[in-house]
């Protein structure tokens, strides 16, 4: 692979490690407003929306790590990843 072609490509994963990072720090600053909400009120529907909260925040933890190891692999080990 050309240096321009890999340097392109190591952008363009950059940029979607920032993205997965945006989106796990987003879910995770949720998940800590309804725990607020819920220590303050102990209603069925802010329980309910911290259950969903805490699921969404996992999803997103799981694709940043997993947009974090194909990062590390191009990097570091110069592994092309299968996608594009």
């Known amino acids: 692979m ?16 920032e993205n997965a990072r945006h989106r796990y720090e987003a879910a995770k600053a ?12 102990h209603s069925v529907d802010v329980s ?3 259950e969903y909260a805490l699921r969404v925040e996992d999803a997103a933890l799981a694709e ?8 590390n692999d191009l990097v ?3 592994k092309i990843p299968q996608e594009d």
């Open 2 to 17: 050309e240096d321009a072609d890999r340097q392109a490509l190591e952008a363009k994963w950059r940029e979607r490690l």
């Open 30 to 41: 949720t998940v800590q407003r309804f725990r607020e909400l819920q220590a303050k009120s």
């Open 48 to 50: 309910l929306a911290l």
């Open 64 to 71: 940043f790590k997993r947009v974090l190891t194909i990062f």
């Open 76 to 78: 570091n080990y110069g």
